[in-house]
């Protein structure tokens, strides 16, 4: 059974860091895509950024490229998304999702950047971590 589980939310102030962390048990990292997601009050749940460790392409959100990085860890089955300069308007649920390659009909990184950061293309979910952001 695919178990996710993110961890490491918390209060931080604007320009600050975090890196939040995603446990995963059940499967193997390189039979799937990684997507962190998130969702502010009153809105929409949006991709923040993916990453394939096939090929270690990944992808981000035009909101937080260039402050946010993604990893996998596969000795410690762990993925991470690392924030830095963090505004209020990163506060957020976030959540971390597992995608498989077959599902996603994975060939190469294209499928990374074309779904990667689509809800729909994933099918595994954990709960979230609040992350809040104070000016």
């Known amino acids: 059974e695919v178990q996710l589980q993110a961890s490491g939310g918390g209060l931080v102030q604007a320009g600050g860091s975090l890196t939040l962390s995603c446990a995963a048990s059940?499967?193997?990292?390189?039979?799937?895509?990684i997507g962190w997601f998130r969702q502010a009050p009153g809105k929409e749940r949006e991709g923040v950024s993916c990453?394939?460790?096939?090929?270690?392409?990944?992808d981000f959100s035009d909101s937080v490229k260039g402050r946010f990085t993604v990893s996998i860890d596969n000795a410690k089955k762990m993925a991470y998304l690392q924030m830095n300069s963090l505004q209020p308007e990163d506060t957020a649920v976030y959540y971390c999702?597992?995608?498989?390659?077959?599902?996603?009909?994975?060939?190469?990184?294209?499928?990374?950047?074309?779904?990667?950061?689509?809800?729909?293309?994933?099918?595994?979910w954990g709960p979230g971590t609040l992350v809040t952001v104070s000016s």
């Open positions: 999702a597992a995608a498989h390659l077959l599902v996603l009909d994975y060939v190469s990184s294209e499928v990374t950047l074309r779904l990667g950061l689509r809800e729909d293309s994933y099918e595994n």
């Open positions: 990453i394939s460790d096939i090929d270690g392409s990944t």
């Open positions: 059940g499967f193997t990292f390189n039979d799937y895509v």
